[in-house]
């Protein structure tokens, strides 16, 4: 029976964990994952540097979509800045009590009152917050599809 190099086992739990954060946002999904090619690179020399690279720009790309892809949906819904940044509290502080349902509720709630606040109209507060959310979900799917390429590759690497 072959041993895993327990190194190797700890690059495929970052990589999973990075998935799984990236649709779970209590922890930032794309880190685990770069952390994961770095640390099966690490250990086993594999993948080649361009490989690598490639890996990690695609890390990073996925980090950038989690840090700024909220702030930008938001933003493109026609709110303000401020209201992007409450938004990103309210989300946070959602996420910390109730999870992604707290994320969501967050986020669209913040985006709907103020919205409503300065329009008095619930059907424009409504709307913004509805694409403010479909905005942020999106970001999740990308995330999602790059940290899960990033763990494909590494399993395809790992098995060659």
Known sequence: M???????????????AGVVFS??????????????????WWATGKPGWLVLVVLLAVGVTA????????AAAAKSSGVSTRVSLLAGVAGFAGTVVAGPVG????????VFLA???REREAA???????????????????????TGSMLLAVAVIALL
Not at 103 to 110: M, Q
Not at 130 to 146: C, D, E, F, S
């Open 23 to 40: 649709v779970v946002p209590l922890l930032p999904g794309p880190v685990l994952s770069v952390g994961g090619v770095l640390v099966y």
């Open 63 to 70: 980090a950038l979509v989690d840090w700024l892809g909220g």
């Open 124 to 146: 424009t507060g409504i709307r913004m917050a509805a694409y403010a959310t479909a905005g942020m979900l999106g970001t999740v799917v990308v995330q999602t599809l790059l």
């Open 103 to 110: 994320l969501l509720v967050g986020v669209a709630g913040t």
């Open 2 to 16: 072959i041993v895993p190099d327990p190194f190797v086992i700890v690059a495929f739990a970052l990589l999973l």
């Open 115 to 117: 919205s409503y606040a």
